[in-house]
Nanobody, 124 residues
């Protein structure tokens, strides 16, 4: 089992940047594919990006490609989401999630563990 704690959210102006962190407990962090999802008020949770267990592969939603970057440090049991050129439509609660055995990195249903979320608000 793994526990996930996100941090780094906040209020930023459009065009600005934020870096989210997700710290994981346990000694098996490197065995999990990690994903980032977000949920805006009144909307369904949506895929933002994912990173493979080794960190060698990353995947992004079209809406964030070229602006967001996912990375991980398996020695620190932490995954990051660097968000640049933020837009008001990026406003949401951002969640990190850990996936043990799934193959569909873009599907929230594949992920076994979730953090509590961190709010990101982008003002225009």
């Amino acid at each position: 089992q793994v526990q996930l704690v996100e941090s780094g959210g906040g209020l930023v102006q459009a065009g600005g940047s934020l870096r989210l962190s997700c710290a994981a407990s346990g000694r098996t962090f490197s065995t999990y594919r990690m994903g980032w999802f977000r949920q805006a008020p009144g909307k369904e949770r949506e895929f933002v990006g994912a990173i493979s267990r080794s960190g060698s592969s990353t995947y992004y939603a079209d809406s964030v490609k070229g602006r967001f970057t996912i990375s991980r440090d398996n020695t620190k049991n932490t995954v990051y989401l660097q968000m640049n050129s933020l837009k008001p439509e990026d406003t949401a609660v951002y969640y990190c999630a850990a996936d043990s055995f799934g193959t569909r990195y873009y599907s929230a249903d594949e992920y076994d563990y979730w953090g509590q979320g961190t709010q990101v608000t982008v003002s225009s």
